[in-house]
C-alpha cells in the first residue's frame, strides 16, 4: 500500500507523495487546489477553474463549504448539490481523480478547528470514493519540525475565511495546547481589500474603474498574486489593464497598497501578544511558525519581527502534507483497532534526536565556483556583488532579476527565497515563494539556462 500525505485548507488542498516524496499536480498545473464552486448547467465546477471565474460570477460561486462543513440545506439550491458536504465531495473528487495514481491510502493533515461531526463528514466522503483514510492529524502538528524546548511555539496560519493561532506545547510529546481562530481576518477580505486599493488608483488617475466590469475585477484578481510578488522586492511598478480597444496605466505604489491592512497585521500582533499574556509567557522567546500562506502576505513578517523577543520560522509550501507522511510510522503504534483516529499530539524531542543525520548542502556550484551558504543571504542575480556576499549570473537582465533569488541557512535548513519576475525553478518545479533546498538539488533562473547546483564540501575526517 502507498500512502498519500493531503493538506486540507480552503486556501488550497495540497498532496504528497510520489518516490522521492513531492508535493504533487492537483489542478491543471497547480499544486493548491482552491475552495471554490460554481454550479454549471452539466456539471459543478470546482477548485482552480471555479475560482478563475469566481468574481464573473459572483451571484453563483459558493466557497465556504469546507469552512463550514456541514449537512444543512443550502440557502441557494443547485441541482448538483443540496448543502456544503455534498460540494466538498466533488472537489475532493475532483482531487481524488488526479492522485489517485500515486497511492492507494491516505493520511489527511486538518486545521484544528474541525469538530468531531466535520471529521466524520470528510471520512464518509471518503469512503464514497473508496478512500482508505489511515487516520486525521492535526495540521499544525503535522507540519512541526524544529523543537525549541524553552520557547513558546505558536503555529499561525491563514484560510480563505478565517485567522488560526494554534498553540503547541513542547515536552516529550508535542501537543495541540488550543487553537483559537479570528474569521474577521482571512485570505478572502485581504484579497478585496488589495483589489479594492488598486481599482480606486485605477479611478483616480484614469477615471476608468476596473470593478465596473466583472471581466476587469476578475483580472485584477487573477493579477494580484504577482503583483504582491513584485512588491517584495519593487516600491512601485506599471500596473497596465486593457479594456475592449483602450489600455489604462497607473503607477501603483507599494505603500498605498499595504496602508489599508496595517490595521489588520496589527490585530494579528495583538492576538499573538494575548495568547503569551494567557499562557504567560510574555518575557519568554517565542517562535511563530508561519505556514506558506501566510509567509506569502507582503509585510507581515516584518510586523511580526516588531513583536519583542520572537523569532520566525517560515514552513515550506505544503509542510502539512509533507509532514504525515514522515511521522506517521511514529503515531502508528499508538493507532489500535480498525477506526480511524485522530492525532493531535506526536513524540517530539526524544524522537528529533533519532533521526538519521543527513547531509545538508555548504555551498552553491556555479560555472565551477563554489560559494559558501551561511546564515546572511546569498543573493543571486545578473548584478554585481562583493566577492562572497552574492553570486553575479551571466545572463541578459531580460532573462535574470538583478535580485533573483536569495539562499540562506536557517537553523538547519538552507532555504531559496525567490523575488523575480521571470521565476526561479528547482528541479525543473517553480518555487512560489521559498523553499527548503537538499543536497544535489539544481537551480534554474528565469527563462535563462543558467543552473546552479547545491554541493557539499566536507571536512578531510568526514570522507
Known amino acids: 500500500m502507498t500512502l498519500l500525505g493531503l493538506e486540507l485548507s480552503d486556501a488550497g488542498i495540497l498532496v504528497a507523495g510520489d518516490n522521492p516524496v513531492r508535493l504533487l499536480t492537483v489542478d491543471g498545473q497547480e499544486q493548491e487546489s482552491p475552495g471554490f464552486a460554481i454550479p454549471e448547467k452539466e456539471r459543478l465546477l470546482v477548485g482552480k477553474p471555479a475560482s478563475d471565474k469566481a468574481h464573473l460570477f459572483p451571484l453563483q460561486v459558493i466557497s465556504r463549504f469546507w469552512d463550514q462543513l456541514n449537512t444543512e440545506p443550502l440557502k441557494q439550491k443547485n441541482r448538483h448539490a443540496q448543502n456544503h458536504a455534498e460540494i466538498a465531495y466533488a472537489h475532493l473528487f475532483h482531487v481524488w481523480e488526479i492522485v489517485k495514481q500515486y497511492g492507494d491510502e491516505m493520511i489527511i493533515a486538518v486545521p484544528d478547528f474541525y469538530s468531531k461531526e466535520q471529521l466524520g463528514l470528510i471520512l464518509g466522503m471518503a469512503k464514497e470514493l473508496s ?77 476608468f474603474d476596473p470593478l465596473h466590469q466583472a471581466a476587469t475585477e476578475q483580472e485584477l484578481y487573477n493579477r494580484l498574486t504577482t503583483a504582491l510578488d513584485i512588491f517584495k522586492t519593487q516600491s512601485s511598478f506599471l500596473f497596465e489593464l486593457s479594456h475592449g480597444k483602450d489600455r489604462y496605466r497607473i503607477n501603483l505604489l507599494r505603500d498605498v497598497l499595504f496602508q489599508k491592512i496595517e490595521k489588520i497585521y496589527d490585530d494579528i500582533c495583538r492576538f499573538i501578544e494575548k495568547m503569551r499574556g494567557d499562557h504567560g509567557k510574555n518575557n519568554v522567546l517565542t517562535v511563530l511558525q508561519t505556514t506558506h500562506r501566510v509567509a506569502g502576505l507582503p509585510g507581515l513578517k516584518d510586523k511580526l519581527l516588531e513583536i519583542e523577543n520572537c523569532k520566525i520560522i517560515e514552513l515550506e509550501p505544503g509542510a502539512g502534507a509533507l509532514g504525515v507522511l514522515k511521522l506517521w510510522d511514529q503515531l502508528t503504534d499508538k493507532h489500535l483497532g480498525n477506526g480511524t483516529s485522530f492525532f493531535t499530539s506526536r513524540p517530539w524531542q526524544q524522537t528529533e534526536s533519532k533521526i538519521p543525520h543527513t547531509i545538508r548542502p555548504s555551498h552553491l556550484l556555479y560555472r565551477d565556483v563554489a560559494y559558501p551558504i551561511s546564515e546572511k543571504p546569498l543573493i543571486i542575480g545578473y548584478d554585481q556583488h562583493p566577492f562572497g556576499k552574492g553570486i553575479r549570473v551571466e545572463a541578459k537582465s531580460s532573462d535574470v532579476s538583478k535580485k533573483h533569488c536569495t539562499v540562506q541557512r536557517e537553523d538547519d535548513r538552507i532555504v531559496l527565497t525567490d523575488y523575480s519576475s521571470q521565476g526561479t525553478f528547482v528541479d525543473n518545479r517553480q518555487v512560489k515563494n521559498s523553499v527548503i533546498l537538499e543536497l544535489g538539488q539544481v537551480v534554474r533562473l528565469g527563462t535563462s539556462q543558467e543552473t546552479i547546483r547545491l554541493i557539499a564540501c566536507l571536512d578531510a575526517d568526514e570522507t
Do not use: C
Open 131 to 207: 478512500i482508505p483514510v489511515k487516520g486525521f492529524v492535526s495540521l499544525p502538528i503535522a507540519a512541526s519540525y524544529h523543537a525549541d524546548p524553552n520557547a513558546m511555539l505558536l503555529h499561525l496560519d491563514i484560510h480563505l475565511h478565517r485567522f488560526e493561532i494554534t498553540h503547541l506545547h513542547q515536552g516529550e510529546h508535542l501537543t495541540s495546547k488550543n487553537s483559537t481562530t479570528f474569521e474577521e481576518i482571512s485570505l478572502e477580505q485581504l484579497y478585496r481589500s488589495w483589489v479594492e486599493t488598486i481599482a480606486e488608483e485605477f479611478v483616480h488617475a484614469t477615471r
